[in-house]
């Protein structure tokens, strides 16, 4: 954490344990950064425990946590990536689709993809459990599939986020974030970790 805090352009510790009055933060600019130190801290402290993981896999943060815990960038560095993402989040999903939400619900996957087929600005964004599926997308969009879900008899509950993460609008900030990550230097993974996206492991070489 003091490590992290170092690192950081802002008082980290102090908004982290002095000045939250014990509610989590709406804003993903600050929130997202508190998560990353957390979560490398709390994985650093099983260590000391004995516990030492075989394979690491991580959900959205937690996957560039777990490449930090293996060792392919620094602390310092995975701090900055997440730090860097916030900012860029903002400024592309309030010009693609401002700003965009999240919503969880109970409606069976293959049901959904059916009634999100024609429906723009409306997409799956992460399949938890057959029966936790949240949508993300444009606000309008999302909040009038949820207003039909409800209708029908089921769970439909907006998410305490300000941009729809895991979905497509976020690819507005690729280019932007790519040439921030390319000055950060990368090193071969000591432990494999499963990729998200490939569901395999990264590769020895860091410039796959």
């Known amino acids: 954490m003091d490590r992290t805090a170092a690192a950081a352009d802002f008082d980290l510790l102090h908004l982290l344990f002095h000045d939250r009055d014990g509610e989590p933060s709406e804003d993903p600019v600050a929130a997202t950064p508190l998560c990353s130190p957390w979560e490398h801290a709390m994985a650093r402290y099983l260590t000391t425990l004995g516990i030492h993981p075989v394979a690491m896999a991580g959900h959205s943060l937690g996957e560039l946590t777990a490449l930090c815990l293996a060792g392919v960038y620094s602390p310092e560095d995975g701090f900055r990536i997440v730090n860097n993402e916030g900012p860029l989040h903002g400024q592309g999903c309030w010009h693609a689709c401002g700003p965009g ?9 293959d049901l959904l993809k059916e009634m999100i087929q024609g429906r723009d ?13 949240v949508l993300s997308g444009n606000t309008e969009a999302v909040k009038d599939l949820c207003k039909r879900l409800k209708e029908m008899g089921h769970r439909a509950t907006l998410l305490r986020s300000a941009w729809p993460f895991h979905s497509p609008i976020m690819k ?3 280019d932007e974030l790519e040439a921030y990550v390319a000055s950060i230097p990368f090193h071969p993974p000591q432990i494999p970790v499963i990729s998200n996206t490939t569901m395999a492991p990264y590769p020895s070489d860091p410039m796959r």
């Open 121 to 133: 600005g409306v997409h799956i964004g992460n399949i938890n459990s057959p029966n936790q599926i």
């Open 101 to 109: 939400v999240m919503a969880a619900t109970d409606v069976p996957p």
């Open 172 to 174: 507005v900030i690729h």
